[in-house]
């Protein structure tokens, strides 16, 4: 399991933005992707933006696109998300993860995992 800490978690309201991080550590040295993924009491765990390593480029589900942006400081090792216009159905446990195979970007089992963050939206 990776240990990455997460921050920037705190409620914000509706219509408003947040920027949640994720700090690496050296066992994910070797991922080709990293990733946000988000569980809401009740369901699934479902994927919100992730990141080839390799040449940077992001992925979004069609429900993030617009709203989400995923980057990555390779400097400080650090994964952050940017989320903007929260919605209420935003609410949920949001989870940092890493993978080292190549066809990372088209899974959702991802090998390294942070114990996540919970984003709260109140109107």
């Known amino acids: 399991l990776v240990e990455s800490v997460e921050s920037g978690g705190e409620p914000v309201q509706e219509g408003g933005s947040l920027r949640l991080s994720c700090a690496a550590s050296?066992?994910?040295?070797?991922?080709?992707?990293m990733a946000w993924f988000r569980q809401a009491p009740g369901k699934e765990r479902e994927g919100v933006a992730a990141?080839?390593?390799?040449?940077?480029?992001?992925f979004y589900p069609d429900p993030m696109k617009g709203r989400a942006s995923i980057s990555q400081d390779k400097s400080t090792n650090t994964l952050y998300l940017q989320l903007n216009d929260l919605k209420p159905e935003d609410s949920a446990m949001y989870y940092c993860?890493?993978?080292?195979?190549?066809?990372?970007?088209?899974?959702?089992?991802?090998?390294?995992w942070g114990h996540g963050t919970q984003v709260t939206v109140v109107t």
């Open positions: 050296d066992d994910t040295h070797a991922s080709v992707c």
């Open positions: 993860a890493a993978d080292p195979r190549a066809d990372c970007y088209s899974r959702n089992d991802f090998t390294y």
């Open positions: 990141i080839y390593l390799v040449d940077g480029r992001p």
